[in-house]
């Protein structure tokens, strides 16, 4: 029996033809086979709703179609990737690797092992000032999975949660899958991408559950400063909402900037944030798929229960070089932020000189959102026709601002070499005076 599939116009209904060989209530003869028949049956069987909700991600479709020309032999430079050019340093592999050999390969505790629950609490109380316990910490597959386990165990259907946009896109997917509603609140390159807290307030319904907070942010590079971390705070304790805190790039801040977790600013405040972090980005370990969140017990309890059912524990040995990521000195990572620091001077610099291109100086993370809205509405109505006229044109790779809820811009993650942003960013300069 074969089957074949494809997708209704109406998707999600996935439309299964089952064709069955040597059947003989057909109406159509094989010609190569003139005693043989075959006949289709049609069925509808549907997908859920939800799978529906899901898009294939941007980004990763430009990164791909980056590399595919570049497997070609054509020479892209590529703005997507959102991780650190970097090797993941050798004492943490060394730990992994000891811990496979001595055979650390079974099953731990779902919510991680004790050794790494207890480092995640030591982190956040040294580099945080936020005092949970190792019960509090629930290490998940990368901090994605540690966001998704939090929209899961908030939200119920209609519930809204508040996102500051531009944003990173996977927020207002894992809040769909959980019957959630992305609320936006829109900030501009003028404003520093800050929110006004005044538009922040106008946001909140009695469907309101909760704030979404990312600073440093992908995709602005924006820090929010202590005193708009207030007053969301003072929002959230008005209102009652909980606030998900994701602070990823804490390490990678520049010109001196420190950084705060919302859940430091008070006794209240740290009783209703999820605090989520992860080894991704501030150690170069992408592929590891580490992330941690911390939360009030009844919180990290229910994520500890869901992620029972779903992925059970972050793979056995990855904690243990987790633990060894976390036991490294703080300044272990500096000549990577410094880098990244002179990568953005570098790419804020050439990209500013571009007649018509605005943007703030990012302060955090590796991403540059110019505004390139001076050049559309000619030839090119959207920033999504633009990425693609410049990955087709000018052999440059750069992610939509649309993606993130922030059209006419473009997201440029300058985690590549000093010379490729050279080229790259002359390649875009050369292109837009051709449109211009
Ligand atoms: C803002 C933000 N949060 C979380 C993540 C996920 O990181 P991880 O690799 O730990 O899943 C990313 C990755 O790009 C991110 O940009």
Known sequence: MRYSAGLSPDFPHLVLTRRIPDCHKTSKKSADA??????????????????????????????????????????????????????????????????????????????????????????????????????????????????????????????????????????????????????????????????????????????????????????TGAVLPRETLKQIAALALRHSLWVIADEIYEHLLYDGEKHISIASLGKEIFDQTITINGCSKSYAMTGWRIGYAAAPLPIAKAMSNFQDQVTSNPTSFVQKGAVAALKLPASSMEAMRVEFEARRDLIHGLLTAIPGIKMPKPKGAFYALPDVSAYLGKGLATDLELAAYLLDEAKVATVPGSVFEGSGHLRLSYATSRSDIEKGVARIAEALKRIA
């Open 34 to 219: 003139p005693h043989r028949y075959t006949f289709s049956v049609v069925t509808t069987l549907s997908l859920s709703a939800r799978a529906g909700l899901l898009k294939p991600s941007p980004t990763l479709a430009i990164t791909s179609k980056a590399k595919a020309m570049q497997a070609e032999g054509i020479d892209v430079v590529s703005f997507g990737a959102g991780e650190p050019d970097f090797n993941t340093p050798e004492s943490i592999c060394d730990a992994a690797i000891d811990a496979i050999r001595a055979g650390f390969t079974k099953y731990t505790p779902s919510a991680g092992i004790p050794e790494l629950r207890k480092a995640v609490a030591n982190k956040f109380e040294v580099e945080n000032g936020l005092k949970y316990t190792p019960e509090q910490v629930i290490v998940s597959c990368g901090a994605k999975h540690s966001v998704y386990n939090t929209m899961q165990v908030l939200l119920d259907p209609g519930d809204e949660v508040i996102l500051i946009a531009p944003y990173w896109m996977t927020y207002a997917d894992q809040i769909r899958l959980a019957g959630g509603v992305p609320k936006v609140v829109y900030t501009t390159s003028d404003s520093g991408f800050v929110p006004d807290p005044e538009q922040l307030k106008e946001a909140i319904t009695p469907n309101t559950k909760a704030i979404l907070v990312n600073s440093p942010s992908n995709p």
